[in-house]
């Protein structure tokens, strides 16, 4: 009897709302366009897929983009590094180093190639600076191999212990008759003079122009993928409102199972919200979909400026980081410590035992540091082997915590576990206080105090107020 009156009521009804139809001919209307709009919101969830994959991929692409022009720049910088201390000091070590990076190592040339892949037909303009800057790079180079003839001559080197560049590298006749002392104070100046350093500024801002453009072009994609998701959700919410206007005369269960996921889609999209996942399998999918583009958007991001604040070795704060804390506190009312820690011998670490165990004694350094301080202190690596640590709310009463944290790490680092394959080596600290904030000299006190520690003994700290 219930079942009848199922039946016959919204017959009844529908036929004198449509003045003649016959249901059965408005049943077949109805469900010829529900298959289509069903086809439709299949479209745009395949669409929603394909855009989901398109964008992890376009995204791990310029992460991998911006690394490899982390890498071009680092090995550029370290040719400098080599061909100066070379330069400096005359020991051919430096030079062996130099030309093992150009053909061994050859961190530009990878780098570079991986560039090639990421951005060809993505950013031209960015991957044409990549090679600019490689040029330049290349051009710094016969500056660099210059400077090593000169130095070699200058100190009596043997011509055929040094590479090949070194020895086919033709001087002038003026250079030849130049005296020892004229030969080296040349080689200083081609690569520490003014020419060097603007050339090597253009390889910086280049590289620097180029990581701008890969997370601009990031951020913009991920910008236009959230569009398009938006633009997809409110297309899929036209079908279903369509679905539920065709079909709300025969199945009440539609009201429940579209019309009350759009209200809620509705409502977390206003909010700037995750959907919630409710409602038939479309929806759940297309939600669940919509969640993880948004959360990988979200993700991506945070990611893109912890790179841009944390070292890819040690995980600690960087430079960048180190040059914002101090703008943040130099308006602080709060006095506070700072020290500046140096890796004793590091050069021998990483002559000795080889750069990997030179990056694990740094990453042993960081790690130590980053347990002996306080979760509220900041611990940064500024520089190669050199970190800091500023404590907020400190002064000189806490001199004997901060002696005790420094001794229980050189206590650490002075007894390795196995010191055939991990060296012993230590710390050298420099601490200075300040009453207010971050004030225009505490560098400079800081700095002054280590280099009272690495005068005299190294595996130590000095406060600069016992100077």
Avoid at 56 to 71: C, I, K, L, S
Avoid at 198 to 205: F, N, S, V, W
Avoid at 397 to 417: T, Y
Wanted: negative net charge.
């Amino acid at each position: 009897m219930t079942e009848e009156k199922k039946t016959s009521l919204p017959e009844e009804k529908n036929t004198g709302a449509l003045k003649g139809f016959r249901i059965q001919s408005l049943s077949l209307w109805l469900v010829a366009f529900t298959l289509i709009i069903s086809v439709l919101i299949g479209i745009g969830i395949v669409q929603v897929m394909e855009d989901y994959y398109e964008l992890a991929q376009r995204t791990r692409e310029y992460v991998f983009a911006q690394e490899d022009a982390r890498d071009l720049l680092f090995g550029s910088n370290y040719l400098t590094d080599q061909a100066r201390l070379y330069a400096v000091t005359k020991d051919h070590v430096y030079a062996e180093a130099y030309f093992t990076e150009v053909h061994e190592t050859r961190r530009r040339d990878l780098a570079l190639e991986a560039l090639e892949v990421h951005l060809r037909e993505r950013n031209e303009d960015a991957l044409n600076t990549s090679k600019e800057a490689m040029e330049l790079s290349n051009a710094l180079m016969v500056l660099e191999i210059h400077s090593m003839k000169l130095a070699a001559l200058s100190a009596g080197e043997d011509m055929g212990s040094l590479a090949r560049e070194i020895q086919d590298y033709q001087l002038t006749e003026e250079e030849l008759s130049w005296t020892a002392q004229q030969q080296a104070d040349a080689s200083m100046e081609l690569v520490f003079g003014e020419e060097y350093r603007a050339m090597k500024g253009q390889i910086e801002a280049k590289m620097s122009d180029v990581t701008r453009s890969v997370i601009e072009i990031c951020e913009r994609d991920q910008a236009e993928s959230e569009s398009t998701m938006k633009n997809a959700l409110i297309r899929q919410s036209i079908y279903t409102v369509l679905v539920v206007i065709l079909v709300i005369f025969s199945y009440i269960m539609i009201a429940v199972l579209i019309l009350r996921p759009i209200r809620i889609y509705v409502n977390c999209i206003k909010n700037n919200n995750f959907l919630e996942i409710t409602g038939a399998y479309e929806f759940k999918y297309l939600a669940a979909t919509y969640n993880n583009v948004y959360e990988m958007t979200m993700e991506q991001q945070n990611m893109l400026r912890k790179k841009a604040e944390r070292d890819a070795l040690t995980g600690l704060l960087n430079r960048q980081a180190f040059e914002q804390l101090k703008s943040q506190l130099r308006i602080s009312s709060e006095p506070l410590a700072f020290l500046i820690i140096d890796v004793d011998v590091f050069k021998s670490i990483n002559d000795n035992y080889g750069h990997d165990v030179g990056d694990q004694a740094l990453i042993k350094v960081a790690r130590l540091l980053d347990e002996n301080f306080r979760k509220v202190d900041y611990v940064l690596r500024i520089g190669g082997d050199e970190f800091a640590v500023i404590m907020e709310k400190t002064g000189p009463d806490k001199k004997p915590i901060i002696r005790s944290k420094i001794e229980a790490i050189n206590e650490i680092l002075q007894h390795p576990e196995d010191e055939a394959v991990f060296p012993k080596y230590s710390v050298s600290v420099g601490i200075a206080f300040s009453e207010k904030g971050f004030s225009d000299g505490l560098f400079q006190q800081t700095d002054q105090a280590l280099y009272h520690t690495k005068e005299n003994g190294r595996c130590g700290y000095t406060f600069y107020d016992e100077l």
